[in-house]
């Protein structure tokens, strides 16, 4: 594959990394250990992350509309906005703009997230937020702690699926730190040789928060078998169909407002079938613009597998360093982005 059609994301996949996660937490050893997210155990919530549920004010069909067509920022085309159902009361977007930072506690080249202390996290993330606040007053903007808690290995484990769950203190920590900043959370699942069917009712406790999301990798799926890492995973129609009507049994079930779903892209072949992604009240889909390099290998991207096979909302991500490893690149900008067609209301940083 050439490399203009290969952006790869850096999400996850450094050999350190697996060397790292497994040798202080293997699958094997997280087995019968209390707080920790085990092959045959369920994950555990402490009393003290439960979270009161706000009452829900109806939706405003007028406002959304008005909104739906401000995010699309003048396309012609007829593909933005998408149509579809309304959403439940409650829903994020398209009122709020959500930023989020991403990564894993056990590594520093995962993200911000194991890269910096709590404190330096939530105001490095507080400052992003106001710089998207002040590029477009005319929605709010909102902090997210997107955590890897599913992360694809280098070695196959005990299991042989080449992936680890992190421990409950882990997904916990994150959900505390995002309470400190008023956050909502993101739990993200690299299932490699797994399946969504296997690694999603895992996080179930969490996904009953109000507050907490979902986000799935297609890049770490292998389907054929292959090792994380060697080839560029797939994800169809079908697995993100079977994601969303789980978190949408969630919330009707748990009367929750509506949950976002994130999925990540930046190859043709990541997302298959996308016409069959069904669009439901209780799930809000963002497909993300999850490569690196140069900024307008950057917008090509979002251009080609975002923006021509729309589904619902979109998001962009956006590497601290990964985005200066090509010559004349730079760390975009708010203003930037915002330039693109629809505008993005997911932005990640890693």
């Not at 892209?265 to 439901?280: P, S």
């Not at 497909?287 to 619902?312: I, L």
């Amino acid at each position: 594959m050439k490399k203009s059609a290969r952006i790869w994301s850096g999400a996850l996949f450094v050999l350190s990394v697996s060397a790292l996660s497994f040798s202080m937490c293997k699958p094997g050893d997280a087995k019968g250990q209390p707080g920790l997210a085990g092959d045959s155990g369920k994950l555990a919530v402490k009393s003290d992350t439960d979270v009161v549920k706000p009452s829900i004010p109806p939706l405003d069909t007028a406002l959304y509309e008005a909104k739906l067509l401000k995010n699309a920022n003048g396309d012609s085309s007829g593909k933005w906005p998408v149509k579809g159902v309304y959403p439940k009361p409650g829903a994020i977007f398209p009122f709020k703009r959500v930023i989020a930072y991403y990564g894993n506690f056990y590594s520093k080249k995962m993200g911000v997230l194991g890269e910096y202390a709590e404190d330096v996290v939530i105001d490095k993330l507080n400052g992003e937020v106001k710089k998207w606040q002040a590029a477009d007053t005319s929605v709010e903007v909102i902090p997210a702690i997107h955590y890897i808690a599913v992360t694809a290995q280098g070695s196959p484990g005990e299991t042989g699926k080449y992936r680890l769950r992190m421990p409950a203190s882990h997904i916990e920590r994150a959900i505390n730190m995002a309470k400190k900043m008023n956050a909502l959370v993101f739990l993200d699942i690299q299932i490699a040789l797994s399946t969504l069917q296997e690694e999603v009712p895992q996080l179930e406790k969490y996904l009953k928060m109000p507050n907490v999301h979902l986000g799935i990798d297609p890049e770490f799926s292998m389907k054929t078998g292959k090792k994380p890492g060697s080839v560029i995973g797939t994800m169809d129609a079908a697995d993100i169909n079977y994601t969303t009507d789980y978190l949408a049994k969630l919330v009707k079930a748990h009367n929750l407002p509506p949950k976002i779903l994130v999925v990540h892209r930046f190859t043709q072949g990541m997302v298959t079938n996308y016409k069959q992604i069904k669009l439901q009240p209780e799930v809000q889909i963002v497909m993300d613009m999850d490569g690196w390099g140069h900024q307008a290998r950057k917008f090509n991207t979002y251009k080609q597998f975002v923006y021509k096979e729309p589904v619902q909302f979109t998001g962009f991500k956006i590497f601290y360093k990964n985005d200066l490893r090509e010559a004349n690149s730079h760390v975009l900008q708010p203003a930037e982005v915002l330039k693109l067609k629809p505008q993005p209301i997911y932005i990640q940083y890693q």
